[in-house]
């Protein structure tokens, strides 16, 4: 006879423990806390079936947030697909900065490049009402999913399509914000983790990585109110490059900020 208890299933399981956790808990709607006294119980014949399914597709190499349909950034619970990047806590350092800088300059709206999931848009949305926040992709997918997300939280921002600033027409912002792709295209850490399942569009910027970069700092002094603020995320070795490129295009008070684990993640400047 089969062993259909929870113990048997996360023992069985291919992909890995953690993993294999997270995976089961979503289906039977319970926190992980449950496993330490309920390891025993057994599991209906369909929950079985979408257990092995969803542990099949993770041990092939599919990320458990796109399994899930969802990943939690800034305490939202955001929809993603293999169509966004799925949100990291780094990201949150930019978030962090961004409301820092509007609240000292006392910005009453906010651009976001490359907007994704929107999770740094809606992020900022949530914690600054009634702040104007506008947000531009060049992926109609992308956007789907970012809409989708600001329906479901109740918060209302303006999504574009196009590349960087092309449907912005001549606005200008205190307060401009992008993750873009930043990974160039020959960099091993492609091939590693979840991002060979994440879409290629959002992650590689070209062959120096630093494309994305250029073609916003050439943008953005048209986009950008005397003393606006740009503020990127990037790579853990790009902030001094970074620095440089932004310094060349005219901005001043130029820093960068350390990530959860002290590694370069953000840097910014004031256009002069």
Known sequence: ?????????????????????????????????????HD??????AQLAAFH???QQRAEGTPVAYLL???????LDLQ???????????????????????????????????TGSG????????SRSPLKVTAVD??????????????????DVEWLSGSWFAPLGDRRWPLIVSNPPYIAAADPHLTLG??????????????????????????APHHLLPGGWLLFEHGFEQAAHLQQLMRAAGFVSIETRADLAGQPRATGGRWK
Not at 119 to 126: C, Q, S, V
């Open 138 to 155: 060049r992926s109609d997918a992308a956007l789907v999913v970012a809409k989708n997300n600001g329906r479901a939280l109740g918060l």
């Open 1 to 37: 006879m089969t062993d259909t208890t929870v113990a048997a299933c996360l023992r069985a399981a291919r992909s890995s423990r953690r993993d294999a956790e997270i995976l089961l808990l979503s289906l039977v709607g319970r926190d992980r806390a449950w496993l330490f006294s």
């Open 53 to 55: 399914r969803l542990d």
């Open 40 to 45: 025993d119980t057994n599991l209906s014949e």
């Open 194 to 219: 979840d991002l060979p399942a994440e879409p290629i569009d959002a992650l590689v910027s070209g062959s120096s990585g630093y494309e994305c970069f250029e073609q916003i700092l050439a943008g």
């Open 119 to 126: 999770a740094i848009a809606l992020a900022l949305a949530h």
């Open 69 to 75: 349909g969802r990943r939690e950034f800034w305490s």
């Open 80 to 114: 993603v697909n293999s169509a966004v990047l799925i949100p990291r806590p780094d990201t949150e350092i930019l978030v962090e900065w961004a409301l820092e800088t509007i609240t000292r300059c006392a910005c009453e709206y906010v651009l976001d490049l490359g």
